[in-house]
């Protein structure tokens, strides 16, 4: 059973360009989140969702960044016009959405933005 | 909302010891539950235990166990006969369950390094 798949693993952006980091979540798993971290901090928390829905986007910046998670395919966060201060790593989490279970996360993936 | 305290930024342990690493937490839920988190070099988040808040029993998994002291608002993760590999950011992090799947919020972690 694979785990939470996310790519790239690495994605480097000169600013103004657009970054799209991809999830896939568990088999079974109908609930993502995205999560940012910067070197030496803990995980901030981003947007949840469920299929086709936005659940809670309250940790997320009201421009540039978006997010989806269709009714097929993976979840996308989408950063529109990279700065400097995006660069982190975003890591996604899936869970199958049953109770107080623990959060599955992906490898994560480095944006660094030149 | 919740927060959680992590006071230690860093800790030393000698491999085959025990070691202790603090979080506190801080919720109006009446229902919540605490996870830590270990994220090796690699950058990979690993779940390592789980203890709910009207659990009884200190949570035990393997080498991992947990002093939960609910009245103190602590949750405490014991690593006990620490091994090498061991070496990494330890991260505790809570959800209030009152009201649905709400997400995970992290503490800024420990960095453990164990010595040979």
């Known amino acids: 059973n694979a785990g939470v798949m996310q790519n790239p693993r690495h994605l480097v952006r000169r600013r103004g360009q657009e970054a799209r980091l991809r999830c896939s979540p568990m088999?079974?798993?109908?609930?993502v989140y995205w999560y940012r971290q910067l070197p030496e901090e803990g995980l901030k928390f981003m947007v949840y969702?469920?299929?086709?829905?936005?659940?809670?986007e309250s940790g997320m910046p009201k421009e540039r960044f978006s997010a989806e998670f269709p009714k097929e395919g993976p979840s996308i966060l989408r950063i529109q016009q990279v700065v400097r201060g995006d660069s982190a790593a975003y890591f996604c989490?899936?869970?199958?959405?049953?109770?107080?279970?623990?959060?599955?996360f992906g490898s994560g993936t480095q944006l660094s933005v030149l | 909302a919740q927060k959680i305290t992590q006071t230690q930024p860093g800790m030393f342990v000698q491999e085959k010891e025990a070691v202790t690493l603090d979080c506190t937490y801080d919720?109006?839920?009446?229902?919540?539950?605490l996870f830590w988190y270990k994220q090796p070099s690699s950058g990979e988040m690993i779940f390592l235990i789980y203890?709910?808040?009207?659990?009884?029993q200190n949570a035990t998994e393997g080498r991992y166990s947990l002093n939960f002291q609910k009245a103190r608002k602590s949750t405490n993760l014991v690593i006990s006969a620490s091994q090498l590999g061991d070496s990494a950011m330890y991260f505790c992090?809570?959800?209030?369950?009152?009201?649905?799947?709400?997400?995970?919020?992290f503490g800024k972690g420990t960095r453990l390094s164990v010595i040979a």
């Open positions: 989490a899936s869970s199958p959405g049953q109770g107080p279970e623990k959060l599955f």
């Open positions: 088999k079974g798993h109908s609930h």
């Open positions: 969702l469920q299929k086709e829905n936005i659940i809670d």
């Open positions: 919720t109006s839920d009446q229902s919540y539950g």
């Open positions: 203890q709910g808040s009207y659990d009884e």
């Open positions: 992090a809570m959800r209030g369950l009152n009201s649905g799947n709400t997400p995970l919020v």
